[in-house]
């Protein structure tokens, strides 16, 4: 079997990508002699799109994250290529962040954290609860498996109805409405397109149970932030656990920072400590399968736009 030949931009220079080019069997190479491209940078769609325009001959781009809004057109410009993403290589440490916000919200952490003296009960229980979890990608099935143990009623929307390991139902996107009627909790794990973007406003949050927790580990812009501002200002949501906010970052002056029943990570579901060896794995498994001709994993819908 001929080693597949294997470019790495922008620059070339990540050694741990490099190593896992090789571990999967490929040679790096020049942009001019490469037939696919690992593509390091998450921001560079400028960048990349100069290489793809220059070098015609390359027919795959393995990006390197979940989510890729910032690649989005040039991907359907070029949707003659097969593209690749991060998709569900972070579905563990992300999901695993998802649990902790929800459990450590119900709990009354978001307080009990700030508390400098002695106080009263606060927190219910997430045993039990009904939770909406929008997304049915493997980030959600991550946090329904780790959800388990608690005997959770959950509920999964996502844009094709199918099922999804460890959801109680799977609906589409157009009875969001209806489930979220009541629910003790809601967590988004879905990717960012148009239609997405903003899909949490005042109007849904009001849907939700008294005392119930927000909690975001997907992006920033599928809640409108002035809403939830509102929301939790009123009292009757108990709050939201938010590892992605819009704006992002979150200026030091903004109302979230001060809410007592907020907790807020810096977009750190996926550390680099933590993706540098998941990534790795991911790139050198694409490449053994790109090398025999296999199905490659996190495969692009250049017209859904992830």
Known sequence: ?????????????????????????????TADEAEALVWAAHDAADQLDAVLAAHSQIGWVQLPFAGIEPYAELVARHADRT?????????????????????????????????TSWGGPEGRNLAGAKVVVAGGGAIAESFLRMLGPFGCATTVVRRSVGPVAGADRVVGIEHLDDVLDGADALVLALALTPETTGLIDRRRLDLLGDGAWV??????????????????????????????????????????WSMPNVLLTPHVGNTPAMAVPLLSARVADNIARYAAGEALLGPVDPAAGY
């Open 83 to 115: 593209w690749t993403c991060g998709k569900g290589v972070y579905a563990e440490p992300v999901a695993e962040l998802a649990l902790t916000l929800l459990l450590a919200g119900c709990r009354g952490l978001a307080t009990y954290a700030r508390a």
């Open 215 to 256: 909690v975001n580990v997907a992006r920033g812009l599928h809640v409108v932030t002035d809403d939830l501002v509102a929301a939790l200002r009123s009292g009757r949501l108990g709050g939201a656990g938010l590892d992605v906010t819009d704006p992002e970052p979150l200026p030091d002056s903004h109302p979230l």
């Open 1 to 29: 079997m001929t080693a597949p030949r294997i470019a790495l931009g922008p620059d070339g220079t990540r050694r741990w990508l490099v190593e896992a080019i090789e571990t999967g069997g490929a040679r790096l190479v």
